[in-house]
């Protein structure tokens, strides 16, 4: 099983902790804002290889490569004076941007699935200080198997892959709880190949650009590989737009309106009684787990606005309601 190592009481062991288990090319359960990554050395082939057979992922999509800050996504990835402009306005943050690789970053071709341009990203805190400590690039998808629900605390990331990997380090509860935005830029604009924790709104106000969204909806074709439609699956089926939840089942509410049948649910879950969609994406990943732990077959989850952030959260939820492989099935 997975050592746990608490940062905020033994910050410096963990460090060294980390860049150890990093040096010898193991991936390890590491917190971002976001969500808790699986996160190996972004040079090494073997490494990298190690991360995609502890997600059981079938298949290299390629990974985002985490970065200590600017100079060094720099040296990865070719920036214009938008992709600058982003960088220093969300930077550290969750804000993934698609760029040209340059001409010399060492980045392997299995974190980039051989393509000509590569995701960066600057994640805050502890995140940072490790990969400025091992002095390359991090490559980290969310730290569960493949198919499942994107961790947000250490502890999901010890259920789901506790007994695949050595070490863990825990910062609490990640603070966005939904993947970084993934925006592609060109010269001729943006693209929005993902929703997630910094708001289109705010990248549209930062820019003066519209983004264009070409992200991949369910059942639609895939625009980004690895953005399937059935993922973040729980075992229990999903009811989107629930105006009344049916005994037995979990109910998934948003700012505390009344749902028909509340007193018959087997679990309620508000996911921001105050309404607040920060706070909902905060806690979304967690209460479909602990839905998914009373044993219910049906979450039955509230209409959420759809504007900010609420674009990622009902992102995420259609994919978890997307039908699926039969291998998801409880
Ligand atoms: O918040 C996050 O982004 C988390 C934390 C750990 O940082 N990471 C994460 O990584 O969600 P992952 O591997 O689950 O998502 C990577 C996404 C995939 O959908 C992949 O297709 C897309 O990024 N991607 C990576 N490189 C790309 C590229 N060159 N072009 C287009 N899409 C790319
Ligand atoms: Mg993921």
């Not at 400025?132 to 198997?145: C, D, E, I, T, W």
């Not at 074709?221 to 989107?240: D, E, I, T, W």
């Not at 909902?280 to 479909?288: E, G, I, R, V």
Request: hydrophobic content about 45%; charged content about 20%; overall charge negative.
């Amino acid at each position: 099983m997975a050592q746990i190592l608490t940062i905020d009481s033994s910050t410096g062991r963990a460090l060294g902790r980390a860049v150890e288990a990093l040096a010898r090319g193991e991936p390890i359960g590491l917190p971002t804002e976001t969500v808790y990554g699986l996160a190996a050395d972004a040079t090494n082939a073997e490494a990298i290889t190690r991360i995609y057979e502890t997600k059981d992922r079938p298949r290299f999509n390629p990974l985002i490569s985490h970065m200590s800050g600017l100079d060094m996504a720099r040296r990865h990835a070719v920036f214009n004076p938008l992709a600058e402009r982003l960088a220093n306005a969300f930077w550290p943050g969750a804000l993934t941007l698609v760029l040209p690789l340059a001409p010399d970053s060492d980045i392997h071709a299995l974190a980039t699935a051989g393509l000509p341009s590569v995701a960066v990203r600057v994640p805050t805190g502890f995140a940072a200080d490790v990969i400025a400590a091992f002095g390359k690039p991090l490559a980290a998808p969310s730290a569960n198997r493949s198919g499942r629900i994107s961790p947000t605390t250490a502890q999901h990331v010890a259920d789901d892959i506790g007994d695949r990997i050595g070490l863990i380090l825990d910062a609490g509860p990640c603070a966005v709880g939904v993947e970084s935005t993934i925006v592609e830029v060109t010269d001729s604009g943006l693209r929005l190949l993902r929703p997630g924790g910094v708001t289109a709104e705010a990248i549209e106000a930062e820019t003066g650009l519209r983004l264009s969204r070409q992200h991949s909806d369910p059942g639609q074709p895939l625009v980004a590989p690895g953005m399937m439609a059935s993922h973040y699956a729980p075992a229990a089926q999903v009811r989107l737009d629930a105006e009344r939840v049916w005994p037995g089942e979990v109910a998934l509410t948003f700012a505390a309106r009344p749902m028909a049948g509340l007193e018959d649910a087997r679990l309620v879950l508000d996911l921001s009684p105050a309404g607040d969609l920060r706070e909902a994406a905060a806690n979304l990943f967690d209460y479909l787990k602990r839905a998914d732990s009373s044993g219910a077959e049906i979450i039955a989850v509230a209409s959420i606005p759809g504007a900010g952030l609420g674009e990622a959260i009902n992102d995420r939820l259609r994919r978890a309601a997307a039908p699926r492989p039969a291998t998801h099935a409880r």
